[in-house]
């Protein structure tokens, strides 16, 4: 019983890495944003969006690694 609940604790903690792409994925896209803004400020308002959605994207990837984590934790 203790092999099985160290397995899901080391699960959990290797599902939580997805956490780090995410954070770094979100910085990317607020990094472009930032450089595409002060090289030509009149296109932002073409350039947002596409950040957001950038944003929202990454952010999900690191979303559905934090449930595989609970899954593990919590669901088996």
Do not use: H, W
């Amino acid at each position: 019983m203790q092999l099985v609940l160290a397995g899901k604790y080391i699960g959990a903690g290797i599902a939580t890495v997805g956490l780090l792409g995410a954070g770094i994925g979100i910085a990317i896209v607020f990094a472009a944003l930032i450089n595409g803004t002060s090289r030509n400020p009149g296109i932002k308002d073409t350039i947002f969006p596409y950040a957001i959605l950038g944003f929202a994207l990454s952010e999900a990837t690191g979303l559905f690694c934090m449930m595989n984590a609970f899954l593990l934790l919590y669901g088996v």
